[in-house]
Each structure stands twice: as C-alpha cells, then as structure tokens.
C-alpha cells in the first residue's frame, strides 16, 4: 500500500504582480454603494408608482378607453424595444472629456422631470387628440426612463 497524499488545489493569492487582490466588497465603501443604490431608487419611485397608477389614470381621470390605454402601452414597449440597443450604441462611441455617461446623464434628466410632469397634464381637448397626447408623452417618458436607466446600469 502506498500513501499518497492528495492535496486540494490552493486558490491563487494574488495578482501576477504579486500583490494581493482586493474583492469588491473591500473596494466599495458604504458610501459609494449608498451612492450607487440612492441613484437606482430614485428612478424606481417615481417609475414604479407611474406604471401601477398610469392605467388608472387613463381611463378614469383622462378619459381613454382601456383599449387605446393597453394598445398603447403596447406600442410604446415595441418602440422601446428598438430604441434601448440603439441609446447603448450611442452610449458606448460617445467620447467626452467628461466621460462617455455624465454627458448624457446631463442631457436627459430634465427633460425626464419634465416629462414625469407633462404626463399628467390633462388638457381640454378632442378624444383623438388625447390619445395622441397621452401615447406622445407616455413615448418620451419611456425613452427618457430607458436613457437615464441606462446611465445608471452601464457605468
């Protein structure tokens, strides 16, 4: 009979350099992942409660039928569907001297406020029209929502 000893791999201690690595949760401090999760809950409050009361608003404050209120919310998911690979493209060639996302975090989030505001505005107008105008605003929030998400993610 032989003794052998088998021994378990040894995981790696450092980097090639020999210098110890670091795991993520070493690198972040509390106040950079606070940062981070206060970014991507900001746009989670004003979204979320959007998207619960949006149909409600529609019908019954607006005056759209459900199905122009569902046909659109349709359509709007397919233009957005277009447009996110489109804004990532745009994001990942953009060169700046101030970075390739804190340009476009400038650009879109007031425009996003706006947006949020005009959405809810109801004006006096024809039924025609107010489809019109809910479908045009409803588009620019998401495609301002899809912009300012991104920021958010990609960096």
Request: net charge neutral; proline share 4%; charged share 15%.
């Given at each position: 009979?032989?003794?052998?000893?088998?021994?378990?791999?040894?995981?790696?201690?450092?980097?090639?350099?020999?210098?110890?690595?670091?795991?993520?949760?070493?690198?972040?401090?509390?106040?950079?992942?606070?940062?981070?999760?206060?970014?991507?809950?900001?746009?989670?409050?004003?979204?979320?409660?959007?998207?619960?009361?949006?149909?409600?608003?529609?019908?019954?404050?607006?005056?759209l039928t459900p199905a122009a209120v569902a046909t659109m919310f349709?359509?709007?998911?397919?233009?957005?569907?277009?447009?996110?690979?489109?804004?990532?493209?745009?994001?990942?060639?953009?060169?700046?001297?101030?970075?390739?996302?804190?340009?476009?975090?400038?650009?879109?989030?007031?425009?996003?406020?706006?947006?949020?505001?005009?959405?809810?505005?109801?004006?006096?107008?024809?039924?025609?029209?107010?489809?019109?105008?809910?479908?045009?605003?409803?588009?620019?929030?998401?495609?301002?929502?899809?912009?300012?998400?991104?920021?958010?993610?990609?960096?």
């Open positions: 009979m032989s003794d052998v000893v088998q021994q378990e791999p040894q995981q790696p201690t450092g980097q090639a350099d020999g210098t110890s690595s670091k795991t993520l949760k070493e690198r972040m401090s509390f106040l950079e992942k606070t940062a981070f999760g206060a970014g991507d809950a900001a746009c989670n409050l004003l979204f979320n409660p959007i998207t619960m009361f949006l149909s409600f608003f529609y019908t019954d404050i607006f005056g349709l359509v709007v998911r397919i233009f957005d569907a277009f447009f996110d690979p489109i804004y990532g493209a745009i994001l990942d060639n953009t060169r700046s001297k101030y970075g390739r996302y804190r340009k476009w975090m400038a650009v879109f989030t007031i425009p996003f406020a706006i947006s949020c505001l005009i959405m809810f505005y109801t004006p006096e107008i024809s039924y025609g029209l107010k489809v019109t105008y809910a479908f045009v605003t409803y588009l620019l929030l998401s495609l301002l929502y899809s912009a300012v998400y991104s920021l958010l993610l990609f960096r």
